[in-house]
């Protein structure tokens, strides 16, 4: 399961960190993300819910770039 | 300006005016530690809260740690400098809170100056792609409500008035008009269309009213398709860019560690082996310096927007690519394999001329569409388009298909037959052979030969000149595929000017081909196949890079290639090669400037050449160029 999401961050760099900080998430598979379209794709694993994770990848991604928003 | 960006205006303005205020203010000691503050509070407030969670969050090595420990160091610095023993060793400790205050808001310039870019960008980008159509007019009551395309059923007619965007794919019912298409496919010329033509979304309606009954689906829209697309289009990472996150992720923590081992060591070993003074301020100075400079921004920031700008300016010009990966591997094709019809060829067959005729061309030419009308051949096809006239069906009898030879028929109670050799051999005619490309009808009234018409697939009018603008652009090798026979597809080569041919391939054959081409080429050479997408996704795949031409419309084509050319001129696979070029050039441009001028200063700033000043530039000068160069990838009209 694929979806995509509209992000807000400042800098390159920080759209790198917070790219490696959603694939460390629990129940992301993969994540990437785009800084100039200001979008995260992120592929769930089977059976989680979107929510709840992406409620962990927000939070996560507010450790290593406090300045960040994700729009779920 | 975004409400983020106003605000920083104001702090960059207010603290660089304090600044100089604070210039003609004679304050000593504690109390001019504490104006100074005021403005470096100011401009660097959120730095330092950043750099703060950062340490809490043990995600110190970023740019806002970097920007805090450097600043507050020079503080630090200045503080010492004011002590009497700072001042044997000659450094004028008057300026030094300045320098601090400087070094922060020059970045936060820098930043400023990033984000403006940026957005600015992304906006002529998406203006550049501006073809998402707003709302789709219905006619209800006798008059136009509009409503939102997401809500149009399939099937519902919708009404398109001159200069508004078609927004769904579908038929024109009523009405004709021309369309101007080059949103989409960057082709300037509009295209006529009427009743029963099909229309794709994203066109522009020029002249006339035209009521359409779609036949999509708003998110099954050809313009649905290219924006996602487009937009989604960064999902596949190039090596630069995968290059460049690494590089970054060592990059700042050995810098640290660099500039920790050059705050302590020298002074270390001056002390202790060397019976020097230490000069602990001259080296945690050049340590700050070190900070400073090696900010990575100006790289991680300047190899996307590259990507993006180019990819953007290519869409411009009818070319997608899917990803920056793509764009890349493009660069560095040397062997262009091309399918022969649909892509050099019009795939429409097409009557060339008729020889040896007895009588009339055009009577050849009558005769021959008349016995073929039943069929729905190609070739029959282009009889009768040939013919351009009405068949009356009655004048026709006793029609005798024989496959693989053709079709004898009585027109008018004379016998016609017409077809390949094997026909006129089967009926006795003695025929002259033919000596011309293509496919050959053979045409005989009443057992007596009266000529052949050639038909031949048309090549397309670019096809040539799309060839040798490949070769001046470094292509190595054109290979070019085809089921075709061998004397046709000999021939079509030789009249392009394509290297190597191979003729009457299945479409199993094709993938192994490229599969033997791939193996032979070089590790960086990369292989592009051009094709019309309709069934050669195999191949498409298997190849490097699959480039789908005359995509528009064409969802299999679309989903199967890694780029599509939105119309089918082959001219523009040299374009999308140029525009590949110019993009990967500009990214190595940044990535070798931006890492050689930081090199260099580092190396400068470790030295003592490099003071705080330099090392702004290093910072932010650099990213600031290397956006500025970054921009010109959009720029790719003239290419």
């Known amino acids: ?72 | 300006m975004n409400k983020k960006q106003k605000k920083m205006l104001v702090r960059i303005l207010v603290s660089a005016a304090l600044i100089i205020v604070l210039k003609w203010i004679p304050a000593e000691g504690l109390l001019r530690f504490a104006l100074y503050m005021i403005p470096y509070i100011i401009i660097g407030y959120d730095v330092l809260k950043k750099a703060w969670k950062g340490i809490c969050n043990r995600q110190m090595f970023d740019e806002n740690f970097l920007m805090a420990i450097a600043t507050i160091g020079a503080i630090a610095v200045a503080l010492y400098e004011g002590s009497a023993s700072a001042a044997a060793l000659g450094i004028s400790g008057e300026n030094d809170y300045t320098e601090a205050i400087a070094v922060m808001l020059f970045y936060q310039i820098g930043e400023f100056f990033q984000s403006y870019a940026v957005g600015k960008s992304r906006r002529n980008i998406s203006e550049l792609m501006d073809i998402r159509p707003d709302y789709a007019n219905i006619e209800k009551d006798g008059e136009l409500e509009q409503v939102d395309p997401d809500e149009v059923e399939i099937g519902t007619i919708i009404v398109v008035k001159p200069g508004e965007k078609v927004p769904i794919d579908g038929t024109i019912i009523e009405g004709n008009t021309s369309l101007n298409t080059s949103a989409l496919t960057g082709e300037s010329l509009p295209r006529e269309a009427g009743v029963d033509d099909e229309v794709i979304s994203g066109c522009i309606n020029l002249s006339g009213l035209i009521k359409i009954r779609t036949t999509k689906e708003f998110g099954e829209s050809t313009v649905s398709k290219i924006l996602d697309l487009v937009e989604n289009a960064g999902s596949k990472k190039s090596k630069s860019e995968n290059f460049i996150s690494k590089f970054a992720r060592y990059y700042t923590p050995a810098v640290c560690y660099g500039a920790l081992a050059l705050a302590v060591l020298p002074p270390l070993v001056r002390w202790l082996f060397m019976g020097l003074s230490p000069m602990w301020p001259v080296y945690i100075y050049r340590a700050l310096t070190f900070l400073v400079i090696s900010c990575p921004c100006a790289l991680v920031i300047s190899i996307p927007l590259s990507f993006f700008a180019g990819i953007g300016g290519a869409s411009n010009q009818g070319v997608l690519v899917k990803g920056s990966s793509y764009l890349e591997a493009l660069s560095e094709a040397k062997y262009v394999v091309f399918d022969k019809t649909g892509t050099m060829t019009q795939g429409v067959f097409e009557v060339n001329g008729v020889y040896e005729n007895t009588i009339p061309k055009e009577d050849v030419i009558e005769m021959a569409a008349y016995v073929e009308s039943f069929s729905t051949h190609p070739i029959s096809k282009s009889l009768l388009k040939a013919y351009g006239k009405e068949v009356d069906k009655n004048r026709i009898h006793d029609v005798q298909e024989i496959s693989g030879h053709g079709v004898i028929a009585k027109v008018d109670e004379k016998s016609v037959a017409a077809g390949n050799e094997k026909l006129m051999k089967q009926i006795g005619v003695a025929f002259k052979p033919c000596d011309k490309i293509g496919t050959v009808v053979h045409v005989a009234i009443d057992q007596q030969y009266v000529g052949q018409i050639v038909i031949s697939d048309i090549l397309k009018p670019h096809a040539k000149e799309a060839i040798s603008s490949l070769k001046r652009n470094g292509v190595k090798k054109t290979v070019m595929l085809t089921g075709d026979t061998k004397v046709v597809a000999n021939q079509v080569a030789k009249e392009l000017g394509i290297d190597e041919v191979y003729s009457e391939l299945l479409p199993a054959d094709k993938v192994s081909i490229v599969e033997q081409l791939l193996e032979k080429k070089g590790k960086k050479e990369k292989l592009a196949f051009v094709g019309d997408g309709i069934n050669d996704a195999p191949v498409l795949s298997r190849a490097d890079i699959g480039i789908a031409m005359g995509a528009l419309g064409s969802d299999a084509a679309i989903e199967s290639a890694d780029i599509v050319l939105m119309d089918d001129d082959p001219l523009k696979i040299s374009k999308a090669i140029k525009i590949s070029r110019k993009c990967l050039r500009i990214v190595y441009q940044n990535i070798f400037f931006a890492i050689g001028i930081k090199l260099i200063c580092l190396v400068l700033g470790a030295l003592g050449i490099a003071n705080m000043w330099l090392a702004i530039f290093a910072d932010v000068g650099v990213m600031v160029i290397a956006v500025l160069n970054a921009i010109r990838a959009l720029f790719v009209k003239k290419l």
């Open chain 1, 1 to 72: 399961m694929k979806k995509a999401y509209k992000i807000e961050v400042d800098c390159a760099n920080c759209a790198n960190k917070m790219e490696e900080a959603a694939k460390k998430t629990a129940g992301v598979k993969d994540a990437t993300v785009n800084f100039m379209a200001l979008k995260m794709h992120v592929e769930f694993e089977e059976g989680v819910d979107h929510k709840a994770v992406m409620k962990e990848v927000l939070a996560n991604c507010k450790k290593v770039e406090d300045d960040c928003e994700i729009f779920f």
